[in-house]
């Protein structure tokens, strides 16, 4: 059994240099060139060379043999003394071949939209990011501002203090001198003492008019201390 120049086999008489040479026929067809055109533009197709390659499933050799070129005839099969079946084989390689295409394409579609994905991650990831360094600033400024205010809020409010202090009529200071004699502080002052603040500043007592309270049994010792110390006109 031989290979013929139209790449279909004939029978005919076996010698042993045909036998010998049969061996290494895979290998032979495996390592030929692609397949020429003819003249008139068609593709010429080399149906064995074909099938090896399309049972090793040698794809990108069978596409460079022009599988696609191939219109099922059947005609291959027909005239095969092997009776192999060429077009299932070739069918079955384009399918294969069409389904391998279709799953690099849907691959490099993922890639792509993984890609993306991480992009569009990336970039959210980032502006949030931004956005949280500028609201912590935001609120390390809001806090700079905010403690400047309650400082000024109480300075404030001690000034408003002391001028109301300041303001109180002459019955409230009276109370809080004695507040402030009750708990130990400046002691009150005697009545000596006012009539000299009174000539210090122009004012000239006359006459002093003794304070008549009644005088008991329970606070007639309160009232001789008083005035006695005290310098009170009873």
């Excluded at 279709?102 to 939209?113: M, T, V």
């Amino acid at each position: 059994m031989l290979a013929n120049g139209s790449g279909l086999l004939a029978s005919g008489p076996v010698s042993a240099a045909a036998s010998a040479a049969g061996s290494s026929l895979e290998t032979t067809l495996a390592s030929a060139p692609p397949s020429p055109r003819s003249p008139s533009g068609a593709p010429s197709l080399l149906p064995q060379q074909m099938y090896w390659f399309a049972r090793s499933k040698e794809f990108e050799k069978l596409e460079a043999h022009n599988l696609f070129d191939c219109i099922e005839c059947g005609c291959c099969s027909y005239v095969c003394p092997s009776n192999i079946p060429l077009v299932q084989y070739y069918r079955a390689s384009k399918a294969q071949i069409t389904k391998q295409k279709q799953d690099n394409q849907r691959s490099e579609i993922a890639k792509a939209r993984f890609e993306a994905r991480q992009q569009r991650l990336e970039h959210e990831q980032a502006e949030k990011e931004a956005r949280r360094k500028a609201r912590s600033a935001k609120a390390k400024q809001a806090k700079a501002a905010g403690s400047d205010h309650s400082s000024a809020v109480i300075q404030a409010a001690i000034a408003r203090s002391s001028a109301k202090k300041a303001a109180q009529d002459p019955a409230q200071a009276a109370i809080e001198r004695a507040k402030a004699a009750r708990s130990g502080g400046a002691a009150a002052a005697s009545p000596a003492d006012k009539v000299a603040k009174l000539e210090s500043c122009g004012v000239t007592v006359t006459e002093r008019v003794p304070l008549k309270v009644g005088e008991n049994r329970h606070n007639a010792e309160y009232l001789a201390t008083k005035a006695a110390k005290s310098g009170h006109l009873l």
